[in-house]
T-cell receptor, first 114, second 114 residues
Framework: AQSVTQLDSQVPVFEEAPVELRCNYSSSVSVYLFWYVQYPNQGLQLLLKYLSGSTLVESINGFEAEFNKSQTSFHLRKPSVHISDTAEYFCAVINSGGYQKVTFGIGTKLQVIP | KAGVTQTPRYLIKTRGQQVTLSCSPISGHRSVSWYQQTPGQGLQFLFEYFSETQRNKGNFPGRFSGRQFSNSRSEMNVSTLELGDSALYLC?????????????FGPGTRLTVL
């Protein structure tokens, strides 16, 4: 069985400061990893994903995440946050041999302070 | 393409009642997954339907059931509602074929059980 741990339930950060949201996973097989973002009163949107290849993946709005197999981590980072980044972020994992059975972390609320 | 739609957006029920939620996937998508989101538990996978068949199931009691129609629309039913069933119920659609497909989430149905 797979599991995901998001170590921080809330992360306050000042605007234009860097941020890292931590995610660790556990699985006995190869996995695909994802970060989703949820804005208030909306569903989840895929932010970025790691399926294979380069361990560093980037989103169109400046976020990046690095897959670290030895540390079983997939931390999300952004060098300079904006007010509009205030949202809840979910890390998720799927076993690479499975069908859509996604395991989500509990979520991290990013609060950007003006 | 229209996105994933869920109806109704809000529901208030009392304990012991039953409720049916509906999800219309993106046109052409054959897989629909359902999740329960609560502040304490994060997103919990309920079940996934593909071509009218349940393909995956989470660890929820039998009071939670679902079905999928030939047009890929899906319904989720919860019988004998309990206070703890109050949550945001999200559905996600994907093409459903191949080893991995990106899931597209609807805005959710917020269920309140009094």
């Amino acid at each position: 069985a797979q599991s995901v741990t998001q170590l921080d339930s809330q992360v306050p950060v000042f605007e234009e400061a860097p941020v890292e949201l931590r995610c660790n996973y556990s699985s006995s097989v190869s996995v695909y990893l994802f970060w989703y973002v949820q804005y208030p009163n909306q569903g989840l949107q895929l932010l970025l994903k790691y399926l294979s290849g380069s361990t560093l993946v980037e989103s169109i709005n400046g976020f990046e995440a690095e897959f670290n197999k030895s540390q079983t981590s997939f931390h999300l980072r952004k060098p300079s946050v904006h007010i509009s980044d205030t949202a809840e972020y979910f890390c998720a994992v799927i076993n690479s041999g499975g069908y859509q059975k996604v395991t989500f972390g509990i979520g991290t609320k990013l609060q950007v302070i003006p | 393409k229209a996105g994933v739609t869920q109806t109704p957006r809000y529901l208030i029920k009392t304990r012991g009642q039953q409720v049916t939620l509906s999800c219309s996937p993106i046109s052409g998508h054959r897989s629909v997954s359902w999740y329960q989101q609560t502040p304490g538990q994060g997103l919990q996978f309920l079940f996934e339907y593909f071509s009218e068949t349940q393909r995956n199931k989470g660890n929820f009691p039998g009071r939670f059931s679902g079905r999928q129609f030939s047009n890929s629309r899906s319904e989720m039913n919860v019988s004998t509602l309990e206070l703890g069933d109050s949550a945001l119920y999200l559905c996600a659609s994907s093409p459903g074929t191949g080893n991995y497909n990106e899931q597209f989430f609807g805005p959710g149905t917020r269920l309140t059980v009094l």
